[in-house]
């Protein structure tokens, strides 16, 4: 089995020892991201609508790198620093990247250390 790295510039760099996105045989993993501008580096908005667009656009600059869609994502893991104040507004935004069936989403509570959301996915390659 190969691995392939997958990084653009369109996403924010790694800023510590892992990749944005490894293709493995017929699966595509990309790293937990959050809401970081890739040009300044700087956290994208305060507010958890405002993270969570930026986080999925993140995501999708990394599943275009490897010419994949939304359409092809299975999995989600989403973890929320405030889990029963942010959903509603997380899910709001999320949904607008998905089309039904829905990925398998996990979501959790977790301390960010100044993120609201941070989501890694898993998607089927063609």
């Known amino acids: 089995m190969s691995l392939k790295k997958i990084q653009t510039n369109d996403a924010p760099a790694p800023g510590g020892s892992y990749s944005q996105g490894l293709r493995v045989g017929q699966f595509f993993f990309t790293a937990g991201l959050g809401p970081i501008s890739p040009e300044t580096?700087?956290?994208?908005?305060s507010r958890i609508e405002e993270q969570t667009r930026q986080t999925?656009?993140?995501l999708q600059a990394i599943l275009e790198a490897a010419n994949l869609k939304f359409s092809n994502v299975v999995k989600t893991t989403v973890h929320l620093q405030n889990l029963t104040e942010d959903f509603r507004g997380f899910d709001q935004i999320y949904r607008q990247y998905f089309s039904d069936p829905f990925?398998?989403?996990?979501?959790?509570?977790?301390?960010?250390?100044?993120?609201l959301v941070e989501i890694d996915l898993v998607a089927l390659t063609d």
Not at 41 to 45: L, N, R
Not at 103 to 110: E, H
């Open 103 to 115: 990925p398998v989403r996990t979501t959790v509570g977790s301390n960010l250390n100044g993120f």
């Open 41 to 45: 580096g700087a956290i994208v908005g």
């Open 56 to 58: 999925m656009n993140n």
